[in-house]
């Protein structure tokens, strides 16, 4: 049984450019979590996807960046016109459940740097 | 909101012996889950152990344990033993039912284990 899956593993972007990171959750889940992690920080959480619906996107910022989760294929982190900034490591999580009681599943992550 | 600290930025332990993370958190709920995982050099986020909130009993795996204090809203991990494979950053989590599902992660502890 596969882990959660990312990729690219890394992805290098020059500023004004596009980022297309893309997660497959376990096989069976249908919960999706984005986070993303700052050099020396924690994680922190963007957005959260079921199947086709986003969920909780609180922690996503308004402006240049959307989630999706189609019915079929991967879901997809994109951010527009990148800037230094969005310089992280994004994780992506999956969980065959909602609520605590289901653990989530972290993929190996995708680091963006932005030159 | 919920909001977890981690008060020590580096640790450090000699191998084979006991080593304690400490973590607080805020939270007005009743009804969570706690967790404490390990990110490598790797950078795999990796869950070593969870507490349910309204478990009164410290959650163990194997060299893992925890020790849950609930009134005081401390989440400790204890790792005994240290291996050289301890190695690692560790990051203190919190999710609820209510808050989205979520895991909101502390700043993390960097654990520098001595041969």
């Known amino acids: 049984n596969a882990g959660v899956m990312q990729n690219p593993r890394h992805l290098v972007r020059r500023r004004g450019q596009e980022a297309r990171l893309r997660c497959s959750p376990m096989k069976g889940h249908s919960h999706v979590y984005w986070y993303r992690q700052l050099p020396e920080e924690g994680l922190k959480f963007m957005v959260y996807?079921?199947?086709?619906?986003?969920?909780?996107e609180s922690g996503m910022p308004k402006e240049r960046f959307s989630a999706e989760f189609p019915k079929e294929g991967p879901s997809i982190l994109r951010i527009q016109q990148v800037v230094r900034g969005d310089s992280a490591a994004y994780f992506c999580a999956s969980s065959i459940g909602a609520g605590g009681t289901y653990e989530q599943y972290f993929g190996p992550g995708t680091r963006l740097t932005v030159t | 909101a919920q909001t977890v600290t981690q008060s020590q930025p580096e640790m450090s332990v000699q191998e084979a012996e006991t080593v304690t993370l400490s973590c607080t958190y805020d939270?007005?709920?009743?009804?969570?889950?706690l967790f404490w995982y390990k990110q490598p050099p790797s950078r795999q986020m990796i869950l070593v152990i969870r507490?349910?909130?309204?478990?009164?009993q410290n959650a163990t795996e194997n060299r893992f344990s925890v020790n849950f204090q609930k009134a005081a809203k401390s989440f400790s991990l204890k790792i005994s033993d240290s291996q050289l494979g301890d190695a690692a950053m560790y990051f203190c989590a919190y999710s609820s039912n209510n808050a989205g599902n979520m895991l909101t992660f502390g700043g993390g502890t960097r654990l520098m284990v001595k041969p």
């Open positions: 507490q349910e909130a309204y478990k009164q």
């Open positions: 996807l079921q199947k086709e619906n986003i969920i909780d």
């Open positions: 939270t007005s709920e009743s009804d969570y889950y």
